[in-house]
């Protein structure tokens, strides 16, 4: 399959996001927890690191890949606000400390990356040796956008995946947290905290959520190098936005009804794009539309039903 970046380019992103990474965790965010001014300052700093690096995207290969890359990014961070409403059922349903929040959400976006990486790279050979595989890809996000339409007011149920279960019957624990440790050694023996069995959760549900946003990715570039780094710039804001956006969640009512048309949007463009190929620019535009109006009609809309607050420990 095509794409704009060279080997040298490869290495040297994968090198910039290890060391984005390094930073983030040993010199910008050293305490355990995070306030709304910090969160909104690393939101808008991971946001602005997208925009520069789009910008040398423009200045290297034109606006149309520049394009490309802010669909996107756009398609992937609006994708990942549904992972944050996961991540409050995972840490209430598991009564997760705040203070140990961040250290699982570093650790957790750390495997995200890495499981984004080979969904990206099995997407890009699958497309590239078998052609039909993009009405799979297309029939599969319309099916998964009205899927979500339809149980958008169902609530998540973190306890029925299945690596949870397996889990929980297959890894020695105990029920109480020791402090931010995932292991803990009793007795000679090591033993599972919950805060491990809230990485695994956290890490499953990703792997769902990759599911989805790979192809639609996908659905807006077929470069390889365009998929990977919008994806993973989405992936590292994503912590930061999670503290920013935590308690205003309940009042995003209408955020999978914009998820889910957003995916049906892509899911169609897929598939009809050996007839039509919507131009980027026409995609971003209704890509932006459609999450503009879900948050305007959602921050308008009176109170509704907000998120049920579990505080069950972990079974042992």
């Not at 991540?87 to 699982?104: C, E, G, I, M, Q």
């Not at 080979?118 to 890009?124: D, E, M, Q, R, S």
């Not at 308008?300 to 607050?309: A, D, E, H, L, V």
């Amino acid at each position: 399959m095509e794409t704009v970046g060279s080997p040298f380019l490869w290495v040297g992103f994968t090198l910039l996001v290890l060391v984005l990474l390094a930073l983030d965790l040993g010199v910008l965010n050293r305490q355990n927890d995070m306030g709304p001014r910090q969160a909104l300052r690393m939101t808008l700093f991971w946001i602005s690191l997208a925009v520069l690096f789009n910008v040398v995207i423009y200045f290297l290969f034109g606006t149309e890949k520049a394009l490309e890359f802010t669909a996107g990014y756009l398609v992937e961070y609006s994708l990942s606000v549904d992972n944050i409403f996961v991540f409050l059922v995972v840490f209430s349903y598991f009564a997760v400390p705040h203070a140990h929040r961040r250290r699982v959400l570093f650790w957790g976006i750390l495997g995200a990356i890495t499981m984004r990486a080979a969904f990206i790279l099995a997407g890009a050979t699958l497309l590239k040796q078998f052609h039909w595989m993009i009405f799979v890809f297309g029939g599969f996000l319309i099916l998964t956008g009205v899927k979500l339409f339809l149980q958008r007011d169902e609530e998540p149920h973190p306890e029925r995946n299945i690596l949870f279960r397996l889990f929980q019957r297959f890894v020695p624990s105990v029920s109480e947290y020791h402090g931010g440790h995932f292991l803990v050694r009793i007795d000679g023996r090591r033993f599972a905290t919950p805060l491990l069995l809230v990485l695994v959760c956290i890490e499953a549900t990703d792997v769902v959520f990759a599911i989805d946003s790979v192809p639609a990715i996908f659905a807006i570039t077929r470069d390889p190098f365009i998929v990977y780094t919008s994806n993973i710039f989405a992936i590292l804001g994503l912590r930061a936005l999670y503290f920013l956006l935590a308690d205003l969640m309940e009042r995003l009512h209408y955020l999978k009804v914009g998820l889910s048309a957003v995916l049906v949007f892509v899911g169609v463009k897929m598939v009809l794009a050996d007839w039509y190929k919507v131009p980027v620019g026409a995609s971003l535009a209704i890509i932006a539309g459609i999450l503009a109006v879900t948050v305007i009609a959602s921050l308008r809309c009176s109170p509704g039903t907000t998120m049920t607050k579990r505080s069950n420990r972990p079974p042992t």
